[in-house]
Nanobody, 123 residues
Framework: QVQLVESGGGLVQAGGSLRLSCAAS????????MGWFRQAPGKEREFVAA????????YYADFVKGRFAISRANAKNTMYLQMNSLKPEDTAVYYC????????????????WGQGTQVTVSS
């Protein structure tokens, strides 16, 4: 079982930046894809970005392309999400996911989830 802990959320003004981290413990995540999802108030949880096990492939939701960057450091069992040019509509709880054999948008493909970190973007 993999335990995932997100950090780095907070309150930021529109146009600002935040860097989220996801620290994994327990079973290694080094040979699995990892991803970020988010859930805004009153909405379904949605895919944000994902990265292959070696970091060689990434995939982003259209609404974050060019603004967010996903990366990982397998030696540290950690994944990151650099979020730039934040918009009020990016306000959500951001969740880390792990355990998929490949990059996947479908939430059912991911075996492990973190508890989430709140990101609030003020206008």
């Amino acid at each position: 079982q993999v335990q995932l802990v997100e950090s780095g959320g907070g309150l930021v003004q529109a146009g600002g930046s935040l860097r989220l981290s996801c620290a994994a413990s327990g079973r290694t995540t080094a040979n699995k894809a990892m991803g970020w999802f988010r859930q805004a108030p009153g909405k379904e949880r949605e895919f944000v970005a994902a990265i292959s096990w070696d970091g060689g492939s990434t995939y982003y939701a259209d609404f974050v392309k060019g603004r967010f960057a996903i990366s990982r450091a397998n030696a540290k069992n950690t994944m990151y999400l650099q979020m730039n040019s934040l918009k009020p509509e990016d306000t959500a709880v951001y969740y880390c996911a792990a355990g998929s054999d490949y990059i996947a948008v479908a939430q059912t493909k991911w075996r492990s989830w973190g508890q989430g970190t709140q990101v609030t973007v003020s206008s």
